[in-house]
C-alpha cells in the first residue's frame, strides 16, 4: 500500500480494546468522541472513583454510557479487588461482563485500591479460566521493586510467564506494550495471551514524555528502538497485536497548570485514534523502520479490528466501514464542552491527518 500517497482509504470499524470513559461531566464530553475516531467497539477500563468491583456498578457504569450514544458497543470489566471472589466471576459471566482488569497498587490513575498479591487471586484466575473471562494486566512493577536499568514493564514480564504457566487457558492481555522485551514475552506464550498497543507509544517516546505534559502518561514511552519494536509488531500482521489506545483524558488545566513533570498521566487520542496510528506508519516509513510495502489493507484490518474481536471473542467485524480520505484537515489543540466547561487536550495538536467520515 503507497500509505504516503493514497488519498482514501476504506477500512472495517475499529475496535478499540482500552479505553477510559471517565465520570460526570467528562464522560459526556469523551463519549461521543469514540466514533469521531473510527471506532465503534470498546473494552472500558473500571479505575474510576470509586473503582468498578461489584457486578452492580459496572452496569450501571454501562448503562451511563448507553444513554450517551447508541452507536457503540460497550465491553465492560471489573476492578480486580478481594472482594471479586469466584462467585463475583459467575456473576459477571452471567451478565456479560467481559474481563478483569488487574492494577498493580499505585501504578496509576486511580490505582490505590489495586494488587499488591497476585497469588492471593489465583482462586480468582481459575474461576475466570473455567468460565472465560479475560484477564487484562497492567503489566508493571512499582519503582522500588524494579531492578536497576530495567524498566518497570520488563520487571513484570516474569509474572505474565508464571501467570501463563499456571492457567494456560485462561486469556490474558498485556496492556499497552511498551517494549521490544513485551513483543517477544507476548509472542512466547501460547494462544491465549494477547496485548495492546496505543496509538501514542507509537510515535512517542521518553524524550517527548520528559518534557511535554500532553505525551506525559504511563507506561511511559521508552526508547526510539522500543517504539519501533511495536511499529514492526503492527505491520508483522500478528494476531496476537491489536488497537487498545489507552486514551485516557484530563481536564486541560490540570495538564497545564501542573509543574514540570507532576502532569497526571494519560494521553488523550479518541477522537483521532485511527488517525493516528496510520500516521506513525507514516512517520515509520520516513524514518526506514518499515516499507510501504509492508502496510497492507489485511495488516491494518488485522491490528484496527479483527484481531482484537476475535481476542474477545466478538463477531470479526461489526458489518460498518469508516472512508478516510486526504483534505487537509489537522487535529485540533482540544476538544470542549458546549458552555466550554469542560476541555481535554488532544495529542498531537496541529498534525495533519486523514479526514475520517462512515459509510
Request: aromatic residues 6%; proline residues 6%; contains cysteine.
Amino acid at each position: 500500500m503507497q500509505l504516503k500517497s493514497i488519498k482514501r482509504l476504506e477500512l472495517q470499524a475499529a475496535a478499540d480494546m482500552h479505553v477510559h470513559l471517565r465520570q460526570g461531566e467528562l464522560m459526556e464530553l469523551v463519549v461521543p468522541t469514540i466514533a469521531q475516531g473510527g471506532v465503534d467497539t470498546v473494552f472500558v477500563m473500571p479505575n474510576l472513583i470509586p473503582p468498578l468491583t461489584t457486578v452492580e456498578q459496572v452496569l450501571e457504569y454501562r448503562s451511563k454510557l448507553q444513554a450517551i450514544t447508541k452507536d457503540v458497543h460497550f465491553q465492560m470489566s471489573l476492578f480486580l479487588h478481594p472482594s471479586v471472589t469466584p462467585e463475583v466471576v459467575v456473576e459477571a459471566t452471567k451478565a456479560g461482563i467481559t474481563g478483569v482488569k488487574m492494577y498493580p497498587q499505585g501504578v496509576t490513575t486511580n490505582s490505590d485500591s489495586g494488587v499488591s498479591n497476585l497469588e492471593s487471586f489465583y482462586a480468582t484466575f481459575a474461576a475466570m479460566e473455567e468460565h472465560g473471562l479475560v484477564l487484562n494486566l497492567h503489566g508493571e512493577v512499582l519503582e522500588l521493586l524494579a531492578p536497576p536499568g530495567t524498566t518497570l514493564e520488563e520487571a513484570f514480564l516474569p509474572t505474565l510467564k508464571t501467570l501463563h504457566e499456571r492457567f494456560p487457558k485462561l486469556r490474558i492481555v498485556l496492556e499497552h506494550c511498551t517494549t521490544a522485551a513485551a513483543v517477544e514475552a507476548v509472542r512466547a506464550c501460547g494462544p491465549t495471551v494477547g496485548a495492546t498497543i496505543t496509538a501514542h507509544h507509537l510515535y512517542l517516546t521518553s524524550d517527548d514524555a520528559c518534557c511535554d505534559p500532553f505525551a506525559f502518561c504511563k507506561p511511559i514511552p521508552k526508547k526510539p528502538t522500543d517504539r519501533d519494536a511495536l511499529v514492526k509488531a503492527i505491520v508483522s500482521g500478528d494476531s496476537k497485536f491489536f488497537l487498545g489506545t489507552d486514551s485516557a483524558p484530563h481536564p486541560l488545566k490540570s495538564k497545564t497548570s501542573a509543574a514540570e513533570g507532576k502532569a497526571p498521566a494519560g494521553v488523550f487520542t479518541q477522537p483521532f485514534a485511527v488517525q493516528l496510528v496510520l500516521l506513525a506508519l507514516e512517520e515509520a516509513i520516513d524514518r526506514e523502520v518499515i516499507t510501504e510495502a509492508d502496510v497492507t489493507q489485511e495488516k491494518l484490518e488485522g491490528f484496527l479490528s479483527r484481531f482484537g474481536r476475535r481476542f474477545y471473542k466478538l463477531p470479526e467485524t461489526s458489518g460498518k466501514k469508516i472512508v478516510l480520505e486526504r483534505k487537509g484537515e489537522k487535529i485540533p489543540a482540544s476538544v470542549r464542552s458546549e458552555d466550554g466547561s469542560v476541555e481535554v487536550g488532544i495529542s498531537k495538536a496541529g498534525a495533519e491527518v486523514f479526514s475520517l467520515s462512515w459509510k
